[in-house]
């Protein structure tokens, strides 16, 4: 019997967490329920799962960068509305009483990354947002940028800006202009967001504007490059997206050929769902670590190529302020 195969030992990941990877509040009674009738045609045929011209000319074997302290590395979705009612407005528990509806897309999308192992590997890993530096990202041809939330910006289910975030989010901003930052969350924003009161609460207290989108994360492409009006200068190539999560913000930025940086400071664990801690762990643990040493690059991208063009030294260069 030979060593199990990259896309096996994909497969054999998305058996055993795919379902809890669809969404981090999802109840076990649900997840069981949704697992035999989604999970199995899913990943047979990546139904509904297209990644669209950009993610299949990005594919490749690209070389990983050095970011800060560690070395770099929706198709058409179904509409679902969450039961649970809005929570009001900073309360410390809105979020949770928010929740998130089953994200049906995220098992849909597994397909995908059985297929391309290398669309999991972030382009750039930094410790927290404060360690990227944007400065060298627009030098390498980005011109607008992408974040997730929880455990990227904030603690989980917080509005202050973390601290390990605040500095780097401030750069940020001082370089691309708020009009090419945006939020995109699997929660604010979306169908789960009564009257959309959660966006509107976080665009107050971050200044930064929190996208309106039907799809989750790893899709929602299409609504993501609706809410930049000057297409023909933010591209998919001229993206990133920064996020916590492999299997949502990684894999999502790779299937449509957007730079990632993979942050992996917890910024407030105990304050987390326990689904959603389990995930991270097993994704920054156990999946990345075997997919690089079975030798998985990340996609490629050309920003990569230009900022190891600069000085040589690419860990020097990012850590330019």
């Given at each position: ?32 329920r949704?697992?035999?009738t ?7 045929t ?34 679902s509305?969450?039961?649970s ?8 528990n ?13 098992i ?17 890993n ?19 940028v ?6 990227t ?38 169908l ?22 039907r799809?989750?994360k790893?899709k929602?492409?299409?609504?993501l ?7 023909a ?15 949502t ?42 997919l ?30």
């Amino acid at each position: 019997a030979g060593f199990p195969t990259i896309p096996a030992v994909v497969h054999i990941f998305a058996v055993l967490v795919g379902p809890l990877a669809a969404s981090s509040t999802a109840s076990t009674g649900g997840m069981l329920r949704n697992f035999r009738t989604t999970f199995s045609s899913a990943l047979g045929t990546g139904a509904g799962c297209g990644w669209g011209e950009a993610g299949t000319t990005m594919f490749g074997r690209g070389r990983g960068r050095r970011m800060g302290h560690l070395k770099p590395s929706r198709c058409d979705g179904q509409r679902s509305l969450s039961s649970s009612k809005s929570a009001t407005p900073g309360s410390s528990n809105s979020r949770r009483s928010l929740g998130q509806s089953f994200n049906l897309d995220a098992i849909r999308c597994l397909g995908a990354a059985i297929r391309h192992p290398s669309f999991l590997i972030p382009h750039v890993n930094a410790y927290n947002v404060n360690e990227i530096c944007f400065k060298t990202l627009k030098k390498a041809g980005i011109r607008a940028v992408v974040f997730d939330k929880d455990n990227t910006l904030t603690a989980p289910y917080g509005y202050e800006i973390h601290p390990s975030a605040k500095e780097g989010l401030a750069r940020c901003l001082e370089e691309f202009g708020a009009e090419n930052v945006v939020l995109m969350s699997n929660s604010a924003g979306t169908l789960d967001d009564k009257n959309f009161e959660e966006a509107k609460h976080i665009e107050m207290a971050l200044g930064v504007p929190v996208l309106r989108h039907r799809e989750k994360k790893p899709k929602g492409f299409v609504e993501l490059m609706d809410h930049f009006p000057h297409k023909a200068i933010v591209r998919p190539e001229s993206m990133c997206i920064v996020g916590d999560r492999v299997l949502t913000d990684v894999l999502f930025g790779s299937m449509y050929g957007l730079l990632t940086v993979h942050v992996n400071e917890p910024l407030g664990e105990k304050k987390d769902n326990q689904v959603a801690r389990f995930m991270r762990t097993v994704e920054n643990r156990i999946l990345l670590p075997v997919l690089r040493l079975l030798g998985v690059s990340p996609t490629y991208h050309p920003a990569l190529t230009s900022i190891d063009a600069g000085d040589g030294d690419s860990e020097r260069q990012a850590r330019k302020h």
